[in-house]
C-alpha cells in the first residue's frame, strides 16, 4: 500500500508557483471573508492566510459579525469585485443559518471566483472549457497525476454530491475520460458500486464509513471526509486501518485531500490574476 502524500505535494506544487509568482508585476491579493466564529472555520483562513504570505500573496482577511445580513455581505463582495489590486474572493462555507451561500457565491466575479463555485464555473466546467475550478476536485486530481495513477478508463466512484466536492469532482473526472458513478444518501446498495470502483473517493463526513469489505483489492482511496471525534483526534471517512492492506493507494486523514486544497486555493489565485490580466 502506498501513502499518496498532500503534504508533500502540496509544498512542491507551492515551491514552483513561488517561483512564477515571483515574476509578475504586482502581487496576487486574496480576499477572504469570514462570516461568524466557527473554529474549523478559523483553522481553515488560518491555513488559507498561511499559504499566501508563503507565496508573496496580498491576503486580505475580512471578519464579518454572525449576525451581519445579505445586503452588507453582498454590498463587500461589490467592492472586491471591483478593486483591481483582488485577484481572488472566497467566503468561507458554511456561512450562517440565515444567510445563503448561493445568493453570495452568485455575487462573486466569475473571474474572481476561487472556489469555483458559482453557476458560471460550475457551467464551464460541466463544458469542459477553461474555468476556476473548485479546490478540493482540482486537488484530488492533481494528486493522483502527481503520483502517475491513471484516470481514462478507470472506474471512478464518488460518494457524496455536494456542490463543493462531489458534483465537480464528477465533471472533472468526466473531463479525465473515467467512467464515474455519483453515490448519495439516497444510494440503495452502496457497496454494489463502491466495489465497481478503481478509484474510490469518499466525500461524506461520516467517520470510518468506509471498511474493507467496501474497496476492491489494488484500488486507489481518496479519503475527503474531515471528522473531529470526541476525544479531539481528526479522522477521514474511510476505516484506515481495515483498507490498508487491501488498496494499491490511500490518502491520509489529516495529509492528504485537506493539503491539496490549500494548494489549489493558490494556484486558482494566480490562474485568476492570468485571466484577469
Ligand atoms: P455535505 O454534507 O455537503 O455532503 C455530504 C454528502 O454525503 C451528501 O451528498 C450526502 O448525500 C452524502 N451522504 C451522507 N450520508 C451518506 C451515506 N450514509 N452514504 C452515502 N452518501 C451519504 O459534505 P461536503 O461539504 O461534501 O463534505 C464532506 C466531507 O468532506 C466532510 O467531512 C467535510 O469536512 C470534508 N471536506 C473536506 C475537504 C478537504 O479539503 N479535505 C473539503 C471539503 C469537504
Redesign the pocket.
Known amino acids: 500500500m502506498g501513502i499518496l502524500d498532500g503534504k508533500k505535494v502540496k509544498f512542491e506544487i507551492l515551491e514552483e508557483l513561488k517561483k512564477k509568482v515571483e515574476l509578475l508585476d504586482r502581487k496576487p491579493g486574496l480576499a477572504v471573508i469570514q462570516i461568524g466564529e466557527d473554529p474549523a472555520s478559523c483553522v481553515y483562513v488560518k491555513n488559507k492566510n498561511k499559504m499566501a504570505d508563503n507565496l508573496g500573496y496580498i491576503f486580505n482577511h475580512i471578519k464579518l459579525s454572525e449576525d451581519v445580513n445579505e445586503e452588507e455581505v453582498l454590498s463587500i463582495i461589490s467592492n472586491l469585485n471591483n478593486d483591481d489590486n483582488i485577484d481572488g474572493i472566497l467566503v468561507q462555507m458554511p456561512v450562517p443559518k440565515h444567510l445563503n451561500p448561493k445568493v453570495i457565491q452568485e455575487a462573486i466575479d466569475p473571474f474572481k471566483d476561487v472556489d469555483g463555485l458559482n453557476s458560471v464555473n460550475m457551467g464551464k466546467l460541466a463544458h469542459d472549457t477553461n474555468c476556476l475550478i473548485p479546490c478540493?476536485p482540482m486537488?484530488i486530481v492533481d494528486l493522483l497525476k502527481y503520483y502517475n495513477i491513471p484516470i481514462s478508463g478507470k472506474n471512478v466512484t464518488i460518494?457524496?454530491?455536494?456542490d463543493?466536492?462531489?458534483k465537480p469532482l464528477a465533471s472533472l473526472m468526466t473531463n479525465n475520460n473515467a467512467t464515474v458513478t455519483l453515490?448519495?444518501?439516497?444510494?440503495s446498495n452502496?457497496k454494489d458500486f463502491t466495489l465497481l470502483a478503481d478509484i474510490l473517493v469518499v466525500?461524506?463526513?461520516?467517520p470510518n464509513?468506509i471498511t474493507k469489505d467496501y474497496v476492491k483489492e489494488g484500488s486507489v482511496v481518496i479519503d475527503?471526509?474531515?471528522?473531529r471525534l470526541d476525544n479531539g483526534k481528526i479522522c477521514g471517512?474511510v476505516d484506515f486501518d481495515s483498507v490498508k492492506d487491501k488498496v494499491s493507494y490511500i490518502t491520509p486523514v489529516p495529509g492528504g485531500?485537506?493539503q491539496m486544497?490549500v494548494a489549489e486555493l493558490g494556484l486558482n489565485t494566480y490562474k485568476a490574476y492570468i485571466l484577469r490580466k
Open positions: 478540493t486537488g460518494i457524496g454530491r455536494s463543493l466536492v462531489g453515490c448519495h444518501s439516497k444510494t452502496l466525500a461524506v463526513g461520516v464509513l475527503v471526509g474531515i471528522n471517512d485531500v485537506g486544497t
